[in-house]
T-cell receptor, first 113, second 116 residues
Framework: DQQVKQNSPSLSVQEGRISILNCDYT??????FLWYKKYPAEGPTFLIS?????DKNEDGRFTVFLNKSAKHLSLHIVPSQPGDSAVYFC????????????FGQGTTLQVKP | GAGVSQSPSNKVTEKGKDVELRCDPI?????LYWYRQSLGQGLEFLIY????????KSGLPSDRFSAERTGGSVSTLTIQRTQQEDSAVYLC??????????????FGPGTRLTVL
């Protein structure tokens, strides 16, 4: 039972354009959502997060949108840069004793110069 | 400061052998997590340690998997009688955990395990 899904395994965009990565979830108890970025042979690094009480969070070129009614979140990167090329994981956390993360399968973003 | 470190970075083993994977969390972090990423999959939660509390082992896929955390710091994940389906990247993360909400987790580079 995949509670967090990233249905697009890959995305290719031109440098300077917008990248939009999507994520769907099924568990209505999730109260915190995150995006992690992963380069080959490295661990994931935190990128941006959003609490379930908000619908938007912005940090520089990165914006995360949350649509709770649709159980959908998205990450917008504007403008996209070649250094943004990586695997992006959507993750969710349920308010609990552990804080464990439930991850999507990841989307490989390629930004072409 | 130093981040989360893991060793070895790569491990190749034969089916049926036991392996030990090590994680050194960030100093002072109270919580430690193990995840694994199989080919083409997202990260899958395995086990969670917090201070002196009993670990949450709910994500361990079978009784061949076990983990311990000594002195509230270093953790070892042991896989006994390895199988080919155990091949994956095993990732460790730590956080300074307070309360029941989310606290940022910092990941190590992972150990790539290949079972032949």
């Amino acid at each position: 039972d995949q509670q967090v899904k990233q249905n697009s395994p890959s995305l290719s965009v031109q440098e300077g354009r917008i990248s939009i990565l999507n994520c769907d979830y099924t568990n209505s108890m999730f109260d915190y959502f995150l995006w992690y970025k992963k380069y080959p042979a490295e661990g994931p690094t935190f990128l941006i997060s959003i609490s379930s009480i908000k619908d938007k969070n912005e940090d520089g070129r990165f914006t995360v949108f949350l649509n709770k009614s649709a159980k959908h979140l998205s990450l917008h990167i504007v403008p996209s840069q070649p250094g943004d090329s990586a695997v992006y994981f959507c993750a969710a956390s349920e308010r609990s004793n552990t804080g464990k993360l439930i991850f999507g399968q990841g989307t490989t973003l390629q930004v072409k110069p | 400061g130093a981040g989360v470190s893991q060793s070895p970075s790569n491990k190749v083993t034969e089916k049926g052998k036991d392996v030990e994977l090590r994680c050194d969390p960030i100093s002072g972090h109270t919580a430690l997590y193990w995840y694994r990423q199989s080919l083409g999959q997202g990260l899958e939660f395995l086990i969670y340690f917090q201070g002196n509390s009993a670990p949450d082992k709910s994500g361990l896929p079978s009784d061949r998997f076990s983990a311990e955390r000594t002195g509230g710091s270093v953790s070892t994940l042991t896989i006994q009688r390895t199988q080919q389906e155990d091949s994956a990247v095993y990732l460790c993360a730590s956080s300074f955990r307070q309360g029941k909400g989310y606290n940022e987790q910092f990941f190590g580079p992972g150990t790539r395990l290949t079972v032949l």
